[in-house]
């Protein structure tokens, strides 16, 4: 073979490696998020946070939402409205200090907007929307929770919403509703427990275990005295498990 044809032959070749790597790095960028779609204007989303601060701990006034937030539905649930009033200052006190902290995480819109919901309905003492809007407050409360990776926080205020939901619908023995709930704790509870068993709390959380299971057996034996001494139990285990985690 002629040097001509070696040279030309190492040309094509550098020629068609050149292409396949333009190609490659075309394949390898991320897609542009369009402008429009065929129904309107696409869902805007927040950025990732930089990789090391997925990792932070929740700031711990967090936590002491998920603990206000039972001051408060306990007050909506025995209709005892200075109690709930009070809790929703301390509420709505301690969300605008964490506010600047979580800055502007998913959710934090929506706990704006609920927020502002549950505040009416207290002032109006109308029992239903303010558990309804207690319940999407503290949901976007564990939305923000959720980029938060190392911690349970939003698995603790998933399993309180649920908790609430039994409750609120046992207190006026809407025995149907209330079983319809308690399907959706004990589902909840068992997708999270896992994330929750670490050496120290494994003994509440055989415990609140034990309290879903029992919560079940007496709302479907429609037993509202045993439903609430069940729930008692759990709100004092969930409140150990809480403690456990408190700025973790």
Request: hydrophobic share 40%.
């Amino acid at each position: 073979m002629s040097k001509f044809m070696k040279k030309s032959i190492l040309l094509n070749f550098t020629i068609i490696l050149i292409s396949l790597l333009l190609c490659g790095c075309g394949m390898l960028e991320t897609a542009k998020k369009p402008e429009i779609g065929p129904a309107g204007k696409p869902t805007e989303s927040k950025p990732n946070p930089p990789f090391m601060q997925r990792f932070v701990s929740p700031p711990a006034q967090l936590y002491d939402l998920e603990a206000t937030s039972g001051v408060i539905f306990e007050g909506l649930n025995k209709a005892k409205w200075d109690q709930a009033q009070a809790g929703f200052n301390n509420l709505q006190s301690t969300w605008e200090q964490v506010k600047p902290l979580v800055g502007e995480k998913k959710g934090v819109k929506e706990a704006d907007e609920a927020l502002g919901k549950l505040a009416a309905s207290i002032t109006d003492k109308k029992i239903t929307n303010s558990y309804e809007n207690l319940n999407k407050f503290m949901g976007s409360i564990g939305d923000v929770a959720k980029s938060y990776k190392l911690s349970p926080l939003s698995d603790i205020i998933a399993v309180g919403n649920s908790i609430r939901n039994v409750s609120f619908y046992v207190e006026d023995k809407e025995w149907s509703k209330a079983a319809s709930k308690v399907k959706e704790l004990e589902g909840t509870w068992n997708k999270v427990k896992p994330s929750m068993e670490q050496i120290g709390i494994l003994d509440q959380i055989t415990i609140t275990h034990s309290n879903v299971n029992q919560i079940k057996d007496a709302v479907n034996a429609e037993n509202k005295g045993a439903v609430d001494e069940n729930i008692a139990n759990l709100n004092e285990s969930l409140g150990k498990i809480r403690e456990f985690f408190y700025g973790r």
